[in-house]
């Protein structure tokens, strides 16, 4: 079994800044990329950031120099830091991360968090 919890969502004014952290664990042989995805009430669930095991990132256009993707591989851990939060940043906040279960594992799997709100309100 894997587990991945989340946790750092809440209520922040505009102008604010949260930090969301994501831990894997249980039967984990390897992890490969690990990203932030975010979602509105009724909508798709959007790709905000990923980071691949070598630590390469990338942003959506919409949080480009406001958010930073990091990762702690020891702890198997991912954080999203979030600054200049907008109203438009609320959303429900999941985290992705792509493993293996055991060494002869095809491939990697993806599991998913499950999810935690921001809200972005005066």
């Known amino acids: 079994q894997v587990q991945l919890v989340e946790s750092g969502g809440g209520l922040v004014q505009p102008g604010g800044s949260l930090t969301l952290s994501c831990a894997a664990s249980g039967s984990i042989f390897e992890i490969g990329a690990m990203a932030w995805y975010r979602q509105a009430h009724g909508k798709q669930r959007d790709l905000v950031a990923p980071?691949?095991?070598?630590?390469?990132?990338r942003y959506a256009d919409s949080v480009w120099g406001r958010f930073a993707i990091s990762r702690d591989n020891a702890k198997n851990t991912v954080d999203l830091l979030m600054t200049s939060l907008k109203p438009e940043d609320s959303d429900v906040y999941y985290c992705?991360?792509?493993?293996?279960?055991?060494?002869?594992?095809?491939?990697?799997?993806?599991?998913w968090g499950q999810g935690t709100q921001v809200t972005v309100s005066s």
């Open positions: 980071i691949t095991g070598g630590g390469i990132t």
């Open positions: 992705n991360v792509e493993l293996k279960r055991y060494s002869g594992a095809y491939g990697y799997e993806p599991y």
